[in-house]
């Protein structure tokens, strides 16, 4: 009895045992068959229906499939340019014409130095006609007169200038056969005024300062003189034929023009020798510009 059981324990126990063995080479089990037609499908196995290739479905290009330009966008910018450009030749043409309208400053004021300007040195050579009186001799006509000064200073203002100036000159006559010679000369501090510095270049001159002079008479020995104070007056206009081209930017310059002036020794008292020139004379004055 007791064989016998162990016999049949056996034969229960024996093909669990083998199970495994003969599981494992059977190979993989068969995929379930589908579940019929209105069934859900099985999912495809992964490696059958592989994403494609990135590579090989890539994005088309940006460029190739770039957005199309909208014509009408194009054409409204460049109208809007076109406007733009217009609106600005129309801004500037009006403000050409505005300021074409609107009254400029004169040339001289606007581009030129004063020429009249600074510290100056100069003289003048002329000629006229001197009225004498004195107590010895009998002069009854005028000389005709000649003579010169030199001349320095400085202008402190544009319509103010301030010098001295040194001076001398003679006259010869005849009368009757008698020939009278006169000399004189004068020392004197000016006074220039300028008007219109910025347009003209005229100058109003005041002097005064002392001097003297003396009348001499052919076969008379001798001489009859006068002397004191002297007084002066003249008027000037120059021209600065160099200074547009050597000094453009830079006042002052070389000037040159005429003069017409009086001086005067006046008598000490009535009835007293004295003597009057008037005269017309070329003046040249370099100023050297502040």
């Known amino acids: 009895m007791p064989a016998l059981c162990t016999a049949a324990l056996l034969c229960i126990f024996a093909p669990a045992a083998d199970a495994p063995g003969r ?29 494609p290739d990135a590579t090989d479905e890539a994005e088309p290009d940006a460029t190739d499939e770039a957005e199309p330009i909208d014509a009408g966008a194009t054409d409204e910018t460049a109208d809007a340019a076109d406007d733009a450009d217009a609106s600005d030749d129309d801004a500037s043409d009006d403000e050409t014409a505005e300021a074409a309208d609107e009254p400029g400053p004169t040339p001289v004021a606007a581009g030129k130095p004063p020429r009249i300007d600074g510290a100056y040195v100069g003289g003048i050579v002329g000629f006229g006609v001197a009225l004498v009186r004195v107590n010895d001799l009998t002069i009854s006509g005028p000389f005709t007169a ?5 001349r320095f200073g400085e202008y402190v203002l544009p319509w103010l200038g301030l010098g001295l100036s040194i001076g001398g000159g003679g006259g010869v006559r005849a009368e009757d056969g008698a020939r009278q010679q006169l000399g004189q000369g004068q020392l004197a501090v000016d006074f220039n005024f300028v008007p219109a510095p910025k347009r003209l270049n005229l100058q109003l001159r005041a002097s005064f300062g002392f001097g003297g002079g003396a009348v001499r008479e052919a076969d008379v020995p001798g001489r009859a003189g006068f002397g004191g104070a002297v007084f002066g007056a003249a008027a000037r206009y120059e021209w600065f034929p160099l200074a547009a081209k050597r000094r ?24 007293r020798p004295m003597s009057n020139t008037i005269y017309l004379a070329l003046a040249t004055t370099f100023y050297f510009g502040s």
């Open 146 to 150: 000649f003579g010169g000064s030199f």
């Open 23 to 51: 599981a494992a080479s059977a190979g993989p089990a068969p995929a379930p068959a589908t579940e019929g037609r209105d069934g859900p499908e099985a999912e495809p196995d992964a490696t059958d229906e592989a994403e």
């Open 248 to 271: 453009p930017y830079r006042g002052g310059g070389f000037g040159i023009g005429p003069e017409l002036g009086w001086l005067g020794f006046t008598p000490a008292a009535s009835g």
